[in-house]
Nanobody, 119 residues
Framework: QVQLVESGGGLVQPGGSLRLSCAAS????????MRWYRQAPGKERELVAT????????NYANSVKGRFTISRDNAKNTVYLQMNSLKPEDTAVYFC????????????WGQGTQVTVSS
């Protein structure tokens, strides 16, 4: 069955870095747009970053531009989020999302990984 499994979260001090990974299985990864979302306590889920199916185009929320980088390795069926210069306001559960580039009803979510930025 379809699986998206996030990993790499944890506790980090302000100014530190983390690299999140999302391992995909059960579908043709190279035909899916990949996104990272996050959700902080009491807040709506927020789109953080998007990467196209071949990795040729990326987009970022204004709040993370210049600090976060989304990338993918289609040979490994994995999408990454490199997070640098982390701030306390980056604290959230980070979710991986996959959406088929044509048939958008095929839209899958992982379970999330916790990122906590605190001194």
């Amino acid at each position: 069955q379809v699986q998206l499994v996030e990993s790499g979260g944890g506790l980090v001090q302000p100014g530190g870095s983390l690299r999140l990974s999302c391992a995909a299985s059960g579908f043709t990864f190279s035909t899916y747009r990949m996104r990272w979302y996050r959700q902080a306590p009491g807040k709506e889920r927020e789109l953080v970053a998007t990467i196209t199916n071949a990795g040729g185009s990326t987009n970022y929320a204004n709040s993370v531009k210049g600090r976060f980088t989304i990338s993918r390795d289609n040979a490994k069926n994995t999408v990454y989020l490199q997070m640098n210069s982390l701030k306390p306001e980056d604290t959230a559960v980070y979710f991986c999302n996959a959406q088929n580039i044509l048939l958008q009803r095929y839209d899958y979510w992982g379970q999330g990984t916790q990122v906590t930025v605190s001194s």
